[in-house]
């Protein structure tokens, strides 16, 4: 069985820009949930998004958002990009039973400028 | 409000020792998941190991096992015959049992394995 994947692997961006990650999770996996990795911050929750329904949302400004398609495939997007959006984000994909772990992908290494 | 701690920033270990790795945490849920994970410098979260808070018996995967005290909400991680492989960071995250899989992380510790 694939695990989750994730594209792009690196991208680099300047300030006012947007951008747009993409996650595919593992098959048969509908739940799709989005972390930002920071040094500073560490490891903090986005969103997750289960059968196309945004089910939780972290605290995050509007300008991230995230959307999941009928096949469970899920894209988040940044829009007006600062330097602090600088970040690993990684993208976990997840059963539909609540007991079943979350297995993550390589992750998006996004550089602002 | 859910909270994991790690205070360990750093450990160092000799190769073929075993070494375990803290973990606290805090929440209201009265049911809930522990979970550990590796990330090597690639990046990528690899998962180790779960327990669940209603299990009795402590969770093992091969070299791994997870020593769970409910009462003291402790929930740490054993390696045992460590490899220059275990090199990596550690994360250790909670969630609750139902309801959204919104995983909270420790600020890992970041573990490195002597020849």
Redesign the interface.
């Known amino acids: 069985k694939a695990g989750v994947t994730q594209t792009p692997r690196y991208l680099i961006k300047t300030r006012g820009q947007q951008v747009t990650l993409s996650c595919s999770p593992i098959s048969g996996h509908r739940?799709v949930?989005w972390?930002q990795q920071t040094p500073g911050q560490?490891?903090q929750?986005l969103f997750?998004y289960?059968s196309e329904t945004q089910?939780?949302k972290?605290n995050f400004p509007g300008r991230f958002s995230g959307r999941q398609f009928s096949n469970s495939r899920s894209e988040m997007n940044v829009s007006t990009l600062e330097l602090g959006d600088s970040a690993?984000y990684?993208c976990?994909s997840?059963a539909a039973t609540?007991?079943e772990?979350?297995?993550?992908?390589?992750?998006t290494?996004l550089l602002v400028l | 409000a859910q909270k994991i701690t790690q205070t360990q920033p750093g450990m160092f270990v000799q190769e073929k020792e075993a070494v375990t790795l803290d973990c606290t945490y805090d929440t209201s849920d009265p049911s809930y998941?522990l979970?550990w994970?590796k990330q090597p410098s690639?990046?990528?979260?690899?998962?180790l190991i779960?327990q669940?808070s209603y299990d009795q018996q402590n969770a093992t995967e091969g070299r791994y096992s997870l020593n769970f005290q409910k009462a003291r909400k402790s929930a740490n991680l054993v390696i045992s015959a460590s490899q220059l492989g275990d090199s990596a960071m550690y994360?250790c995250?909670m969630r609750p049992?139902?309801?959204?899989?919104?995983?909270?992380?420790?600020?890992?510790t970041r573990l490195t394995i002597n020849p």
């Open positions: 739940s949930s972390y560490g490891l929750f997750e289960f089910r939780n972290g690993l990684l976990a997840g609540d007991q772990t979350q297995y993550f992908g390589p992750g290494r | 998941g979970f994970y690639s990046g990528e979260m690899i998962f779960y669940g994360f995250a049992i139902q309801g959204a899989q919104k995983l909270v992380f420790g600020q890992g």
